[in-house]
């Protein structure tokens, strides 16, 4: 038995193994210790995955020895490959953090289960991005969400529950569209295998039941990743779930379902299908702008922090739709390194604003006030990462929106490279607003008394922030990912 | 419904047939309609039935919380096992065939150990969500 040819089947069984492993052992301590070890050994696989697709070569796995396409098949290329790769890492930093500050905010008894729902949680995201098959996209999608409606309605506030119910509501709303979409491309094609299903398309491609599909599954995919005005559910889910929750979702949810929208789009139904027989490009391109604005707009005039960033992850949402409703490479390229740097950025934001809740206990505005006297470090972090949210040169930030700006001139829409650069000014303006509470405010005398957040919570949100900033100077293995990842979908290059 | 003695009496003749019909339903399921999921839910009904007729202390006696939350983990845990077993010897992951010198006994003994940690977790989890239900509003939380 040879480890590396098991690889594909090994990132999802990992995480889902430590799940119920941890449910056995019952403690907190042992608990973590084995989903963190899960964590980092699917990190360490989905790396082996990586350098294994470096070439452009797909990697299939048939589960269970039933070849495609009758069988399920997990299928990882340069794409899936890089999904996974944030998936993963990010999932290897916030557990090592969720140690800490799940002390406050869960009850100790419950902690193993805690770590169990993060687990499955895991395995679902790792399972969307991994398979190559119709359904089990679902499954694995049902899988993930109901976890992590556990894992907000946990959150210490009693408003968390509602929060993680109207999630619930909006994600099984989404859940269902899909799963018509796929009902409705299987009576076409009579195919759940998603490179299968391409190849019969093309018979039957713009007959109306493929549009109704292409239809459900644009909608379906857009309430989970959180397109505007689709968004409403993650403002509560993200101000209200625990930190690490917070900081976890927001790097890879909603990248996850962006992940199945271009799998579906290139991989199933074909770009000359979606973008050039229907007026999707028109459609997306403007609710991206809408997002961009008025998310960003929304966030200037929120009084809590973790909510003011999760308006911001809708409108950074909608610079990775913007890259898709191009349809060109340098379009595509920007789209694919925004997963990976808003994942990371926000990551660090989430992860530095629950040290901040972790010491003050809360994240509204008025309570920050003067927050840099007492915790420069978690300041300074937050600071960075609003720097690279609004992409300012060094950051990662500035690379995406360098490459959309790019893809905007190339299509000669002058006026989308000045509305991105607009756009990026109403960031300013929400940063500044933490900047201005933080740094030009004196601290009250009840926050004076408070201490710089525990190693235990800075390392891990350091360790992301100075990954955004090593990402804003090197990216050969960002932009190189994402431009093979985008000519591979194009089918350029091959 | 401690004093009624009909019930109490036709309770304790029922259980052992309802138990013995899931365990029908378990092992017919590879040649006709049943199954784990099928077997587990029926399980699940015998020990509810008990906790309707005796109480819910009686039935978390015999099957105590512990033992519950045990089994909802294991029985995932046998069915992610019946498929490293196949990685074990030899085939892909969920491999049937190389469970067995014979492919199609492989398949057997891979889909009968599958079906087993379906069942332990099935029911497992409905009696949990069971003990949740009527255990709401006695905590003080």
Known sequence: ?494 | MKHDLILRVAAKLLIPFILLFALYVQFHGDFGPGGGFQAGVIIAAAVIFYALIYGVEAARKAMPDRLVETMLASGVLIYAGVGLMGLVMGGNYLDYFVLDRDPVLGQHRGIFWVEVGVAVTVSGVMLKVFYMFVSRGRDPE
Not at chain 1, 167 to 194: D, E, Q, S
Not at chain 1, 240 to 265: D, G, N, Q, W
Not at chain 1, 311 to 322: C, D, P, R
Not at chain 1, 438 to 459: C, H, I, K, N, Q
């Open chain 1, 1 to 494: 038995m040879s480890i590396a040819l098991h690889l594909p089947a090994l990132q999802v069984v990992i995480p889902l193994v430590s799940a119920p492993l941890a449910v056995l052992v019952r403690r907190a301590d042992a608990a973590f210790l084995i989903v963190t070890a899960a964590s980092w050994a699917a990190f360490a696989t989905a790396i082996a995955l990586w350098l294994g697709t470096g070439d452009g070569a797909t990697i299939s796995y048939a589960i269970g020895n039933w070849q495609p396409p009758w069988g399920i098949e997990y299928r990882v290329d340069r794409l899936s490959s890089f999904v996974l790769l944030i998936v993963s890492g990010m999932a290897a930093i916030t557990l090592p953090y969720s140690r800490t500050s799940i002390e406050r905010e869960i009850p100790h008894e419950q902690h193993y289960l805690f770590y169990a729902m993060f687990a499955l949680c895991l395995t679902g995201l790792l399972g969307i991005t991994i398979t190559g098959d119709a359904f089990n996209i679902f499954v694995f999608l049902e899988i993930s969400s109901l976890s992590s409606y556990v894992l907000i309605a946990l959150g210490r506030d009693r408003r968390a529950l509602m929060a993680s119910y109207q999630y619930l509501v909006m994600g099984t709303i989404g859940a269902t569209f899909i799963v018509i979409g796929i009902g409705l491309l299987y009576l076409m094609t009579g195919t759940l295998n998603l490179a299968d299903m391409a190849g019969r398309l093309a018979q039957v491609g713009g007959t109306r039941p493929v549009l109704a599909a292409l239809a459900f599954l644009t909608v379906g995919i857009s309430l989970k990743l959180a397109l505007y005005p689709l968004h409403q559910w993650l403002a509560n889910a993200y101000t209200y779930a625990p930190s690490a929750v917070s900081a976890f979702l927001a790097a890879t949810a909603t990248k996850v379902s962006i992940y199945v929208l271009i799998r579906f789009y290139y991989s199933v139904f074909g770009e000359s299908l979606v973008f050039e027989k229907l007026p999707l490009p028109e459609i997306m391109l403007l609710l991206s702008l809408a997002a961009m604005f008025a998310a960003s707009a929304v966030a200037i005039f929120q009084h809590d922090l973790k909510r003011l960033f999760a308006y911001s992850s809708v409108a950074q949402i909608g610079y990775i739709t913007l890259g898709l409703s191009f349809d060109s490479v340098t379009g595509l390229t920007a789209s694919i390194v925004h997963l990976f740097n808003h994942a990371v950025t926000k990551g660090a934001l989430f992860l530095l604003i629950g040290g901040a809740v972790a010491a003050v206990g809360g994240a509204t505005l008025s309570r920050l006030s003067g927050l840099a006297r007492v915790m420069p470090l978690t300041s300074f972090g937050i600071v960075l990462g609003g720097l690279s949210l609004i992409g300012v040169p060094g950051t990662a930030g500035f690379i995406s929106k360098w490459y959309l700006i790019l893809a905007a001139l190339e299509k000669g829409q002058w006026w989308l490279a000045i509305a991105i650069v607009a756009s990026s000014l109403l960031a300013v303006a929400y940063v500044w607003r933490f900047v201005e509470v933080a740094y030009f405010r004196e601290p009250s005398a009840d926050l004076a008394t408070r201490r710089e957040a525990p190693l235990g919570l800075l390392v891990p949100a350091w360790i992301l922030v100075s990954t955004t900033l090593y990402f804003g100077l090197e990216t050969s293995v960002t932009v190189g990912s994402a431009a093979n990842a985008a000519a591979m979908l194009l089918g350029i290059g091959k």
